[in-house]
């Protein structure tokens, strides 16, 4: 059977996710989770959570899935023990320092790959296999095609999100927040960028776009037609998104796909009914889309038109009467419902509130109106008809009779399906009634004996059609009565207040026995890096590395003339690769090839091209193509970027572990959370990015196609991208180049740069030797600039100072610290 795992960011969701059928709830405590906004639970309630998860015979995962900063390793380790104490069935994680931690204190407490970790191929599935993860969260970019191409190659189960808001960028890759307000999205503060509207910038002019504003905002995902696809394709467990969302919502969605799931397995042709999608888009929705799960089709992921939920489209405004709108409606509505009217303009108030009455031609309508010409009459301090206009659309916004129904599946707490008892009973004349209660669900068994002997029966002996009657009415607990065996010697008689107390006796120590905590080995360790820097030494002595990451041939060309040790090609189209490399040869300059930030069953050909081309070393950037390399035997050193998400020593250790010559620290750390990282970590195997635009979404929804082409993916949209050049024009006017990579996936990068000058003497302190500037889109003379600047500032001969204030000079834009300061 496959399992439901529904969102809970409080105690009446948690009720309504078990009420409603979830097999497994999904809920976070103060720190350390994705949810940072939502009300969360604390971490002393984790007891109480987990009994009563478990006497409704639901599972309770509770989320870590977030980076670890060097400072709150030692209260990470509180909270593994506090889960463990507690019996939590597993924590969802994306830093792999915290999986080290966690097998370091436990190596059976079971731990789930969170979507954060950018889980997307076969192989990053079997780089976690070392660490016994119990299940991985597949990436929401993974169609039905790669599913079942990962499930066919691993025996790992696979979870899938299957509702609820949509990330635009990959999870774990978005750096949007960090960037632009210091509130990472790795670190559960996402400020949800990706719902401003931008407008469309191609080849320096801006494109008319009508009332589309919201290119990077996508639909909410509703694959709930699609869970038959889903199971046959492997998938053992499917997700809802929605900690910050409300009871209702949590009981509307778990309900509905409880039904897809269970009619699915009893063989029932199953398929959403209108009035059920409907009351799905009720509780929440922006449009729905399948996401990725059908492959890609970036005319369906993004509407642009509007950011929020709107709930269910009612129809057009046909005319503005005196005191109402005339509507042909879509969708039923009734007297109470809430509405919104809209102009276009989201971004702006909207009118909207409550349907005071319904009419057909002037005459007052009753009840529920399902479809045709009708005229609504809002309330009339809810709406200002002067405001209203022909042609704006009518959403209905809210259902308080849906919201009472819903509501009453979680007000009382009961089991979704109550549990199978099996008794056996014995006795005889003279002894005690032995009663043997087992929950056939769990296997837990009891046995209670009445306190009275048994006497011989003169008239009414003990039957079993009784002591089933009797035993059966379990109404108000988690149980019913599914099999009774009676084993007694001759005919006795039991008072029926002995037969109940028996009953409730039973009954509290199997609950008893389902709510105690699950048990897991626990040893005890120290959290102290084992890297300890040489007494004395002066770190900041010895030649540093430069290195130059280039996106243009131009780029390579004028880096290697530069003094530099090391150059990277980090190049929209990979097929570019063996030229650069060449060119490097010719200057007598070592050079490394980026990989593709995303990995995806059946892209292991732009891996082998790579090799091909025969570079000095492979920049990696996810943890697929790390374990691609390493099955393949490459002896070529493999360097570790910023995407791997290192954010601590364990971290460090674990990827340096696998083979990585030097890792580069996640873009998620300021300067004081970068310092406690170093002052614990093998810093000669330490990368810093030091310039850079800083890459802040990583999409596999192509804006070139969406905005630029008529088609919907890589397949017919004539590549614009090779055409011409785009960028996402901000509020402020900022203009954010957008990138494609050989996956047509999308980067959008700051448009300022951003410069860690002023803190190279720390960093040099603390003993990294290895400092990387990226180029974007600079031209030769500007590349030859900014490196002669860090070379000075590296040799010792040109204050960090001195390089940030020439460089805030020369920059159009000027330049930022970015996430250092934050």
Not at 410 to 429: H, I, N, Q, S
Not at 452 to 463: G, H, I, S
Not at 708 to 725: F, M, V
């Amino acid at each position: 059977m496959v399992e439901l795992l529904a969102p809970a960011g409080n105690w009446e969701c948690l009720r309504a996710a078990v009420t409603n059928g979830a097999n497994a709830v999904f809920f976070g405590v103060e720190k350390f989770n994705a949810r940072a906004r939502a009300d969360n639970f604390k971490m002393e309630e984790l007891p109480e959570i987990m009994a009563y998860l478990h006497k409704y015979g639901v599972k309770g995962f509770l989320t870590f899935n977030i980076l670890v900063f060097e400072d709150e390793m030692k209260e990470a380790q509180i909270l593994v023990d506090a889960c463990i104490e507690a019996g939590v069935d597993a924590v969802i994680v994306q830093d792999m320092g915290l999986v080290k931690l966690i097998r370091e204190i436990s190596p059976d407490f079971p731990i789930h790959g969170s979507t954060q970790m950018t889980i997307t191929s076969p192989e990053a599935v079997d780089f976690m296999k070392e660490y016994n993860l119990e299940v991985v969260v597949l990436g929401r970019e993974n169609n039905l095609k790669h599913i079942k191409t990962i499930a066919g190659k691993t025996d790992t189960p696979l979870e899938v999100f299957v509702h609820g808001a949509l990330c635009v960028s990959y999870s774990g890759q978005c750096l949007t927040s960090e960037m632009w307000g210091g509130r990472s999205a790795n670190r559960g503060e996402c400020a949800q960028a990706c719902r401003l509207p931008y407008d469309l910038i191609v080849d320096g002019i801006q494109k008319e776009m009508g009332n589309i504003a919201y290119l990077l905002s996508p639909k909410d995902l509703a694959a709930i037609d699609l869970i038959p696809e889903l199971i046959e394709a492997g998938v053992t467990s499917f997700k809802i998104e929605g900690r910050l969302k409300s009871p209702e919502y949590v009981a509307n969605v778990v309900s509905k796909y409880r039904k897809a799931i269970d009619e699915y397995f009893e063989g029932k042709q199953y398929g959403p009914s209108t009035e059920e999608l409907r009351e799905l888009q009720q509780s929440f929705s922006r449009g729905f889309t399948h996401g990725f799960l059908k492959g890609t089709n970036n005319k369906q992921l993004v509407d642009g038109t509007f950011p929020k939920s709107r709930g269910v489209y009612l129809g057009t405004v046909k005319k503005v009467l005196k005191d109402a709108v005339l509507c042909e409606l879509h969708a039923p509505l009734k007297r109470g419902d809430g509405i919104v009217f809209d102009a276009g303009n989201p971004q702006e108030k909207e009118e909207g509130g409550r349907v005071y009455d319904l009419r057909r031609k002037g005459r007052k309508i009753e009840g529920e109106v399902q479809d045709g010409l009708i005229e609504i009459v809002p309330g009339r301090r809810d709406v200002k008809l002067s405001r209203v206009h022909a042609g704006d659309k009518i959403w209905k916004t809210n259902d308080p009779e849906l919201d009472r129904k819903l509501r009453k599946t979680f007000e009382t707490d009961y089991p979704y399906r109550p549990f199978p008892l099996a008794v056996r009973v014995t006795g005889k004349v003279g002894e005690s009634l032995v009663s043997v209660w087992r929950d056939i669900k769990t296997g837990g068994e009891v046995t209670v004996a009445s306190e009275v002997e048994l006497e011989q029966a003169m008239k009414r002996p003990l039957t079993g059609e009784y002591l089933h009657e009797q035993w059966g009415r379990l109404g108000g607990t988690v149980y019913e009565l599914a099999e009774l065996e009676m084993a007694l010697q001759g005919e006795v008689i039991v008072p029926v207040k002995e037969l109940n107390r028996i009953r409730r006796e039973a009954v509290e120590q199997l609950v008893a026995l389902r709510e105690q905590p699950r048990t897991y080995i626990r040893r005890e360790i120290s959290n102290k890096s084992s890297y300890v820097r040489a007494a004395g030494r002066n770190t900041a002595q010895g030649t540093a590395k430069l290195i130059s990451l280039c996106r243009t041939m131009e780029q390579i060309h004028a880096s290697a003339q530069a003094d530099v040790d090391y150059i990277y090609a980090d190049f929209e189209f990979t097929r570019d690769y063996p030229e650069a490399v060449e060119a490097a040869r010719q200057y007598g300059k070592k050079i490394a090839l980026a990989t593709p930030r995303i990995h995806m069953p059946g892209e292991q050909g732009v891996l082998n091209g790579m090799l091909r081309a025969n570079p000095d070393a492979i920049l990696v950037r996810n943890t697929g193509a790390l374990q691609y390399f390493k099955q393949a035997g490459v002896k070529i050193p493999l360097f570790g970027d910023f995407s791997l998400n290192i954010a601590n020593h364990k971290a460090a250790e674990l990827f340096l572990e696998h083979g990585l010559e030097k890792v580069t620290p996640s873009y998620d750390l300021n300067i004081q959370q970068m310092v406690d990282m170093l002052a614990v970590s093998p810093t000669e195997h330490i990368e810093l990015v030091i310039h850079q635009h800083l890459p802040m979404f990583h999409t596999e929804h192509c804006v070139y196609c969406t905005f630029l082409s008529e088609g919907t993916d890589y397949t017919n949209c004539g590549r614009p991208c090779e055409s011409h050049r785009v960028s996402l024009q901000d509020r402020i006017g900022m203009s954010h180049p957008v990138r494609v990579d050989i996956g047509c996936r999308n980067t959008v990068y700051n448009a300022i740069e951003q410069s860690g000058a002023e803190y190279i003497t720390n960093f040099r302190e603390l003993g990294v030797q290895e400092y990387r500037v990226e180029f974007l889109e600079e031209d030769a003379d500007k590349v030859r600039e900014v490196l002669q600047l860090y070379r000075e500032a590296l040799n010792g001969s040109r204050t960090g100072t001195s390089v940030w204030r020439t460089l805030k000079a020369t920059n159009q834009l000027g330049v930022t610290r970015g996430q250092l300061v934050k």
